[in-house]
Structure formats: C-alpha cells, structure tokens
C-alpha cells in the first residue's frame, strides 16, 4: 500500500513538474481576407512537436516554455515563423504565394517556375475554358495563345479542329501538336467512319481542365522528339488541395441558331431567273409556280428555315475537391447536351473523373487520374458539303418552288412545275428520315507512383492508357436523297482504337550557393492498335426491318482490318542550370525508335539548347519603367511520326483479275525511309512594364528538311502511281510574336485587364522532288521558290460590259471573253479585237504567291472588367492577309442547271453600259465558273468569340444559407463576326486537316451563334 502510494505522489509530482514546463497555445490561421485555412501545419521551432487546424482554422498546442515560435505552412501560402511571445492566443495570417513568381508551367515530364524558363511557352488558364458552350476544349483556344491558329472550319457537330503552332511543319504529313494529358498521349483527329465528322477530343470535358500549356520552340518541345514537330499542348487537370471538402455546381442553358446565312432566291424570283436564263438562250420557259400542297397559297419555301431551328443546349457539372496535408482529391460528373441548329445534328456527352494523389509515406507518393466518357453523336443523314442530301448543300439548291409537304401531308418529292428537273431531294425529308449515328466510350487514365530516394531526387513510373470502343450506324432511305439510286442503304462500323504508354523518369534538383542545377533522365514506351469491322446492305425489301442480313437487302458485305498498329521506344534526358538566379541554360536531348521506319533508320535523335538571362537582376540596370527583362534563346531539333502505318515496307492489298482473287503490290515501301527533321531558332524577350504590364515578345525561324514526299519514277518499274516515297522535300517559316496582359485599373472595386496577342508567319517552299515537280491540292500548288500553300488560279478579268460576256487573262496576260451562244469553235475571243483565239484552260493558271489560306497576321484580344459584384469580360479572334476560295458561291451561280442560286446572280449583265461581276444569263453557260479568281476573296474576320456578363452575390447574403459563392450570368457565344467575305464564313476549310488545299468554301455549314444564362455556385 505505501508503495502504491509513492508511486502515485512520485506520477503526481512528475506530472506537476512537466506542466510546469510546457502551456497550451491557441489559435486561429487565415488568409489575408480573413478566410479560414484548414489543415494547415502549425509546429513547434526546434521540434517534432506539431498539430494541424480544423475546419474553421483553429488549432491548440502544447509548446514548451522555452519555446519562442512557430512555423506555419499551408498549400499555396508562404510559410511563415511567428514568435509566441507572453500571450496564449494567437491570430496568424499566411500570405498567398505570388503568382508571377512561384507559377509553374508543365514541361514534358516535369514543371519549371515561369520565372526560369528558356523556352516560349504560352499558357491558358482552365477558366478561360470552362462554363462555355464549345464542343471541344480546342475549339476554346482559338485567339488565346500567340503563334497558336485554331481553325473552327465548321458549324456541324463533330467537325474536328484545326490546329497550327508557327506555321505547317510538313507537306504530305501531319502537322497538327501532339497533344498529352496528364502525361497521357491522346487519340486525336477525326473519328469518323463514315460521312460525317468526329472529333476526337470531343471527349475530353473542358470543365476539367486546370491549364494548357503550348510548347511551341524546339527547346520547350524537344522533350517529345519525333512527335513535337507540330508543337505539343500539355493539358493539366483539376487536382484537390488540402482542406474541408469544396463542392460546386456549374449549369448553363441556351440555344443555338445559325450565326450567319447566305440568301438565295425565293419561289417568284427563282421562277423568273430560271426562265430568263433559258429564255436568252433560245430554250423554253421550264419553271413555274404553283400550289403542290392544296393550301390555296403559292408555293415559297425558305429551305434554310425548315431545316434550322433553335437548337436547346444544356450543360451540368458537379465537382468536389478537398483531402489533407497527405491526400487530395478531385472528382466531378458532367453530362452536356447540344442541339445544334440543323435539325438532327446533336451531340450528348457524359462525363466522370477522379483525380486522386495520397503520400503514403514521406518518402513514397501514388496517384491516379482516371476519366471515363460517352458521347452520343446524331449527325446528318447523308453527309455534309456537297453531297445531294447534305447540309446546307440541300436547303441552299433545292427548289424553292415546291412545298415542303404535299397534299396528303406525306413529304412532298416532286418537281412542282419545274419541267427540266435536276437531283434536288426535300432537304427535310432527308434529315428526317435518314441517320447517322456514333455512340463512342473513352478511357482515359494514368496511374503513378513517385519515390523520394535522396534529397532532391525522385523516381517516378507512370503507366497510361487512351481506349475508345465506338460505334457508327447509318442509314438511308429508299424513297428520298442519297438512297434512293440505291433503293436503300444501311451502313455500321465497329471500331476499338488503343494507345498504352508507360514512362520511368529519374528528376533530380539541387542548390548550392549561388547555383541551381536540375536533372531529368527517362524511358518511354507506346503502342498504338486500333481496328474496324465494317457491314452493309444495299437495296432494302422491308424498310420496317432494317437488320442487315442477305434476307433483306439484295446485297450485303463486310470488311475488317487493322487501321493503326505500331510502336514507339523513346529514351531522354536534359540538364537545367540557374547561377545566381539570372543566368539559365537548359539543354534536353530525345532518341525514338519508330516502328513505321525500316530497321536501318528506325532511330531518330533530337537535341535541343536555351538560354536565358534576367538582364534587371545586373547592378548595372537601373530602369524605372522596364521593372524585369529576361532575354532568351533556343535551338533544337524535332520530328514527325505522323506519317501513317509502315510506309517504309512493301505491302500488299487483295485486288481480283478476272474471276481470280489475288494480291497486288499496294506500296512498294522504302527501308531508307528517315524522320522528317525541323530545326527551330527562337529569340525572345520576357519583360515587366511599370505596375505589372506583362509583355512577351519572340521571332522565330524553323526549317524542315527531308519531307516525305512521292518522287516519280519510270512507268516500266511497276510501282502504283508510278512514284516511291522518298525523303525529298525541305520547307521554311518564320514569324514573330508578341504577347501582352495589362492591367489597366487594378482597384479594390474596379479592375479592367486587357490581354492581347498577334502572330506573324510565312512559309516558304524549298523544294519538292529532283524535278522540282509540283504538288496539288484542292486551289492549291506548292511549288520551290513559292509559298506554302499559293492558290493557283486562272485571272479572272470581268464582265465586259459591253456584252456581258466573262472575261479571263490567259499565261500571258492576254484579255479572253467567252460567248456561249456563238458556235463551239468561234467561242473564244480576243477582247482586244474580237478575233477567235485557243480557249482558256487549266494551263492558263498562275501561282498568286501572296494569296494564300494562312493568315499573315492574326491572334486575339480579350478584356474583362469588374465592379463590386459584376463582372463583364469579351473575348475576340482575329485573322488577316488570308484568303479562301468560295466554292460555295461558284456553285450557286452556276447556269448549267436548275438548281436554286445565289442572289448575286440577281446582278447579272442585260444591257450594255453595265458595272457587274455577274455575266449575262444564259442557260448551259459553263466557262464562267472555271476556278478562277472571281471566287478568290479576302477573308479577313474580326470575330467576337464570346461576351460573358455575370453578378456574385455578396458574402453576407449566403453565410445563412451556408453557401461559399454563387454567380449567376449570360454569354454569347460567336456574337458576331466583321467580314467582307461573302461565302459561308472566312474560315471555312471543306478539306480537312491538310497542309494543302486549306481555304475551300464547299457548303461547310455555319458557325453556330449559341445564347446562354448559367449558375457556378460553390459550398
């Protein structure tokens, strides 16, 4: 008993006595606004002693007496040491780290603080992106980064985008950037199987995305080797911070309608043209109007209004994000739904994402990001452009004449009173009866785990995967449009694409004295494979069932095959030094192997070096107005993979002669084959004007040698084409660059920014083949000593308005007129003198070196303004010295049929004396509409992207309801666009993601103006 009761006054004592030698110390952590910072790390100087804030920012601790501060430390905050003085409370504030100072950008396989980089980088901030009504994050691009041309050449769903860093980087191969997420290289381009476009990074859901970084010089890119002669975009993804969990809700609702339209003659004056063209030419009256539907009203039909409408659109995300000092998470849901303005073009995507990072230990850290999509993509029923039943081919040439429905109330297919008919189907009945449908499932997701092994060294290995298993599924009908020829078409393709990649890095980063060094050493390796399974039918029995099976169509087939299957081994390192701060160099170095290349040139080497210096860190700098100046300069080395599947082996294609199946040289192959090389100089300044204006200004200059291109060879060889693809071709560009934000007014209740940006760029061709051969595509030549891309035309020279007849410039400048009503060999005559003369032809075109589709100066401009709780902000697209050909037009005046026309034809030539552009009318006249420059027009755009007007509900009005924020707001997007261009829109490009034959107006459907008012409430 005496024992217990020492040992119990001996605990008492001991008890007493370390009271006695520590107190309790509270306290509260905020921001400079007074907000909260949960989980943020409070601990004792000088000891393992420490705790973490609650949910309100509140800590208490035991600190010894002898203690005299903390240090506290929170995400995104400078630390800070705070002394405890005599006090028992404590009210701490953490500053937030300075933007422009600790801001990093994603390079390749690693981050580098803005402040030290050597290469020209430009970023996109997430918010510049999301809550907007755009298909796809790249089509948000456009006008944000300089250098950078986003192409949108569509209004149709689906359309994919066009994207151009500094220029073509190639002829014949592809030239858009790698783009990576998350460290993830993904499928791109266009997915569609059949006739109607898809977007591959449709799938992606912009709400997501935390930033975009464009790699655009050689020493930002290079790290990427054989892939990153297009530039590379680096999309980084929403990742949780340290604290309580932050839900938001993001919605939106509009519509969309058409953000411009061509006109067309109405019924009375279609009727009247039609009439006057044959009329002129000797022929009889062949159009009338009349009452096809029995209404007791004439027949007028605007096709345009019956095939647009105001689509709905909807869009709905859910995030939440939160974790502590060892995990953090992001995770969201999202579904969106747009109905574009043609009647059956839609497109639904859902969205789910989880991002996920934990350190498991202090020394060992894993991660996930995981996304997983379905889009469902209704597109048009038989095609776009110029196909019969497309759109806006069909509302722009069907008859206006007949109705849209007959008496019955069946779909009117008649001709009306238009005797000479011509294939016009009811552009309603077409949408309406035909489909084409897509429904695509994606996976994307990485998975990593990061080692700490020593001090400033890590090891990182990260496994990736890209899958999408898409389905198409088409039909037309029998009775109108494209199927009917073919007495009904079914069509369905199957396809399952894959990209796995898996990379291992080694990162080490050190200081010592007045030096920082980093070091990066890795190991890269991606398989791509994607096939398809192909079925059709043609000449359905039973519309009612449309299961393709020789039991209901008269014919029926099926085809499958490997569209992609190759690999990539990549190997890469680089070196990053800083002394004193102010002097920086990098240097990176890439090797790939690539399986499209014969094993003698299958590996590729790809250098790159920077520079920088910060020229205001030297004693010697005194400006008051240049605050901070950073010189740079870069030269590397990148290449293309882009080149197809193999093109280096022989391969065959199964063909049949006679009755006898057999096999026939497809590509006769070349195992010489290398990498296509582009070396890029880039100069630049980086500079702070007065109070935070930012100004980044580069000129770059790249070259591109041995382009993959065809090289004729002898006819008796025996190769298809009678060419072998060879490394033959080089071409060069250079451009400069500039880029500024400035904060106008930067007050507590008003702030005004600007950002602006604008680009130069010219291409040149060096050479093509041995032969200096030509290379055609679409108006389009490219030619040595020319450049990129010159249209390639016949001089049109006017209406002669003495007799309205069209009038051209042959090779040499000589003035011909045409004059269809002569006989065929008295046609052609000399305006001089009217004498007969050899007709103009395709030899008379000429190369228009300074008329081409890329733009000689372009880039964007944006503005936002706040006051108190109102915000406003534009943003703007511009693009000048471009041209397009408007093939559209040259369609709509047409007088060789009977199809509806432009109203510009209302301006043809009828008397002498006339000022027109527009011959006389007279049917069967075909030399009028030769490709010539009469259709080759400037398209200089100012294009107001968007305009955004929001309200924030103040604080106090929300703390009830336990509500972080809440804004509510109405935007336009593609608000209006200022052009003299007279076509479909400036940008229109029918031809897809090429180097040549860009710029071709061919019936490429509208731009969709889309109106909306949305919520972004937080909790």
Request: contains cysteine.
């Amino acid at each position: 008993m005496r024992k217990s009761l020492t040992l119990l006054c001996f605990a008492l004592l001991s008890s007493l006595v370390l009271l006695a030698q520590t107190r309790i110390i509270k306290g509260r952590v905020a921001d400079e606004k007074g907000n909260p910072l949960p989980g943020a790390s409070v601990q004792v100087r000088g000891t393992k002693t420490g705790t973490t804030t609650d949910a309100e920012g509140n800590f208490s601790i035991a600190v010894p007496t002898t203690a005299k501060s903390l240090l506290v430390s929170s995400l995104n905050y400078v630390n800070k040491e705070f002394a405890i003085g005599n006090g028992n409370t404590l009210a701490i504030t953490l500053k937030a780290n300075d933007a422009s100072l600790e801001e990093v950008v994603v390079m390749g396989y690693s981050t580098v603080r803005k402040t030290n980089l050597t290469g020209s980088v430009a970023k996109v901030a997430g918010t510049e992106i999301e809550n907007r009504p755009n298909l796809s994050f790249d089509q948000a691009l456009a006008g944000k980064a300089a250098g950078v041309q986003v192409n949108t050449s569509s209004g149709l769903i689906g359309a994919p985008v066009n994207i151009r860093v500094r220029g073509a980087s190639s002829i014949s191969s592809g030239s858009q950037p790698l783009i990576v997420m998350d460290g993830v290289p993904l499928i791109q381009g266009d997915n569609g199987q059949l006739y109607n476009p898809t977007n591959a990074l449709a799938d992606i859901n912009p709400n997501d995305i935390e930033s975009v970084e464009i790699l655009k010089d050689a020493s930002a890119a290079s790290i990427y080797g054989s892939r990153a002669s297009g530039g590379v975009l680096m999309i980084t993804t929403k990742k949780g911070k340290a604290g309580a969990p932050k839900i938001s809700y993001n919605t939106y609702f509009g519509y969309s309608q058409p953000a411009r339209m061509m006109n067309v003659l109405d019924g009375p004056q279609y009727t009247s043209v039609i009439n006057s063209m044959r009329t002129n030419a000797g022929l009889t009256a062949s159009a009338a109007n009349g009452d096809y539907n029995g209404d007791g009203i004439t027949d007028n039909t605007d096709w345009q209004d019956k095939v647009y409408r105001k689509g709905i659109t909807h869009d709905h995300q859910i995030g939440i994000s939160g974790g502590s000092e060892r995990t953090t998470y992001y995770a969201s849901l999202g579904f969106n739904d747009f109905e574009n303005y043609i009647i059956v073009n839609r497109q639904k995507r859902a969205a789910a994402r989880l991002n996920l990072t934990t350190k498991v230990t202090n020394w060992f850290e894993i991660g996930i990001k995981s996304q997983f999509t379905r889009t469902t993509l209704y597109g048009l029923g038989s095609g776009t452009g110029a196909a019969l039943s497309g759109v806006p081919f069909g509302p722009l040439t069907a008859y206006p004449n007949v109705p849209v429905y007959d008496a019955t109330g069946a779909y009117y297919i008649g001709n009306g009173g238009n005797t000479v008919a011509q294939n016009t189907p009811n552009p309603v009945a077409v949408q309406n009866l035909n489909y084409d449908t897509r429904d695509n499932r994606r996976f994307i997701n990485s998975v990593y785990g990061e080692i700490s092994l020593l001090k400033g060294l890590k090891l990182k290995s990260q496994y990736n995967t890209d899958m999408q298993i898409g389905f198409t599924d088409q039909y037309w009908d029998p009775a109108v449009g494209d199927g009917q020829g073919l007495a009904g078409v079914a069509q369905t393709v199957a396809t399952d694409s894959r990209v796995w990649s898996w990379f291992n890095t080694l990162n080490y980063n050190t200081r010592f004295g007045d030096h920082e060094l980093g070091a990066l050493a890795g190991a890269e390796y991606t398989k791509s494979y994607a096939t398809f399974n192909y079925i059709f039918g043609l000449g359905l029995n039973d519309p009612l069932i449309r299961i393709i099976a020789p039991a209901n169509y008269g014919t029926t087939g099926a085809e499958n095959g490997i569209d992609v299957n190759n690999g990539l081994a990549s190997y890469f390192g680089g070196i990053n030094y800083g002394y004193k701060g102010k002097y920086l160099a990098s240097f990176n170095i890439r090797s790939d192997a690539y399986s499209g290349f014969g094993r003698t040139n299958r590996w590729g080497y790809f250098p790159s070096g920077s520079a920088a210096w910060k020229i205001s860190q030297e004693s010697f700098w005194k400006s008051r107005l240049i605050t901070d100046l950073k010189l740079r300069a870069s030269y590397g080395i990148t290449g293309n993979s882009n080149i197809g599947n193999y093109p280096s082996l022989a391969t065959f294609a199964p063909t049949q002669y006679a009755n006898i199946a057999s096999l026939n040289l497809n590509n006769p192959g070349n195992s010489n084959l290398r990498w296509e090389q582009t070396g890029q100089f880039d100069v630049g300044f980086d500079m702070v004007i007065g109070k935070g204006i930012n100004v980044v200004i580069d000129y770059y200059r790249k070259k591109t040698k041995d382009l993959i291109l065809d090289n004729p060879i002898l006819a008796t060889v025996g190769f298809p084409g009678n060419t072998i693809t060879e490394n033959i071709g080089s071409i060069e560009a250079s451009g400069f660059e500039i880029a500024l934000n400035v904060p106008v007014i930067n007050k507590r209740d008003f702030k005004w920014n600007i950002s602006f940006n604008g680009a130069t760029n010219k291409t040149k061709v060096i050479s093509t083949n041995a032969f200096g051969n030509d290379i055609f595509g679409g108006q389009s030549i490219v030619r040595p000593g020319y450049n990129m891309s010159a249209f390639y035309l016949i001089r049109w020279a006017g209406v002669n308005s003495a007799n309205g007849m069209p009038t051209f410039l042959d090779v040499n400048g000589v003035a011909k007129q045409y004059d269809h009503s002569a006989p065929a060999a008295n046609r052609w005559t000399r305006v001089s003198d009217g004498a007969v003369t050899t007709a103009i032809t395709a030899a008379d075109r000429v190369v228009l070196n300074d008329k081409t589709p890329y733009p000689k100066f372009f880039g964007g401009l944006s503005q936002s303004f706040s006051y108190k709780q109102i915000d406003l902000s534009f943003d703007m697209q511009y693009s000048l010295g471009a041209y397009t050909f408007n093939n559209t037009l040259q369609n709509l005046v047409l007088m060789t049929g009977t199809r509806n026309k432009s109203v510009e034809i209302l301006k043809a030539w009828t008397k002498a004396g006339d000022q027109t552009d527009v011959p006389r009318l007279f049917f069967g006249e075909n030399q009028s509409t030769l490709g010539s420059t009469r259709f080759l027009e400037k398209a200089d755009f100012v294009r107001m992207r968007n305009i955004q007007i929001g309200y924030t509900l103040p604080k106090k009005l929300l703390e009830k309801a336990k509500i972080a924020n809440l804004r509510v707001y109405a935007q336009v997007q593609n608000a209006f666009t200022i052009t003299g261009y007279k076509g479909m829109d400036p940008e229109s490009n029918a031809n897809g993601n090429v180097n040549i034959g860009l710029g071709i107006d061919a019936f490429r459907p509208y731009l969709a103006r889309t109106f909306t008012f949305g919520i972004n409430l937080g909790l």
